[in-house]
């Protein structure tokens, strides 16, 4: 079955440690991005990368860096410098035209 | 820029009861509008959709209508179950120069009672 699958589901990091969360799709879709979820919250955009090789900010980029080497695949670093990093995280991708995203099942990571 | 704005929650409702979650939205061309429905620990499910003046999408039960004249895409469900209990997300894309962009509004926690 076609979808997004991100990895692991829960998530802990010391203090000061790059930890990377995995997001892969078999949707063939083109587009992806990263969200934050912190609780009782919208979503916030981090990253999101429109072709491989190629990804922009979003609105919350700081502390966060990724990479699209592979269509399937984009996956997020949460560097030593994001201050509170604990949260939800989503991965989402869609075809590049006016149509819906599918999300993943979320990442939930936790600073110890 | 664009934005989506819908209505604070949590709506507590006895099962059966009428739903109603309002939404509106900022853009400046024309966007697609979709609600999404997320329950806990899970990621975001596509609930319906409507990508041009007047369509309406329905799902499960749910129905919304795209109103551009009022610029809104409430959400509505005739007669809810315990198992709707969840958050609502309404959300909005738009085509871009770069890619396409996505706008999610804050989300609307239901809690449907027995």
């Known amino acids: 079955d076609g979808g997004i699958t991100q990895s692991p589901k829960y998530l802990f990091r010391k203090e000061g440690q790059n930890v990377t969360l995995s997001c892969e799709q078999n949707l063939n879709h083109d587009a992806m991005y990263w969200y934050r979820q912190d609780p009782g919250q919208g979503l916030r955009l981090i990253y999101y990368s429109q072709i491989v090789n190629d990804f922009q900010k979003g609105d919350i980029a700081e502390g966060y860096s990724v990479s699209r080497e592979k269509k399937e695949s984009f996956p997020l670093t949460v560097t030593s410098a994001q201050k509170n990093p604990t949260a939800f995280y989503l991965c989402a991708s869609s075809i590049r035209d006016n149509t819906e995203a599918f999300f993943g099942q979320g990442t939930r990571l936790t600073v110890v | 820029g664009n934005s989506v704005t819908q209505m604070e929650g949590p709506v507590t409702l006895s099962e059966e009861a009428f739903l109603t979650i309002n939404c509106t939205y900022t853009a400046t061309g024309y966007p697609s509008l979709f609600w999404y429905v997320q329950y806990p620990g899970e990621g975001l499910q596509l609930l319906l959709k409507?990508?041009?003046?007047?369509d309406k999408g329905s799902n499960k039960g749910f129905e919304a209508t795209y109103r551009k004249e009022t610029t809104s895409f409430h959400l509505e469900k005739g007669s809810v179950q315990v198992s709707d209990s969840a958050v609502y997300f309404c959300?909005?894309?738009?085509?871009?120069?770069?890619?396409?962009?996505?706008?999610f509004g804050p989300g609307t926690r239901l809690s449907v009672l027995p």
């Open positions: 409507a990508t041009k003046a007047d």
């Open positions: 959300a909005l894309s738009e085509a871009q120069a770069y890619g396409q962009n996505f706008v």
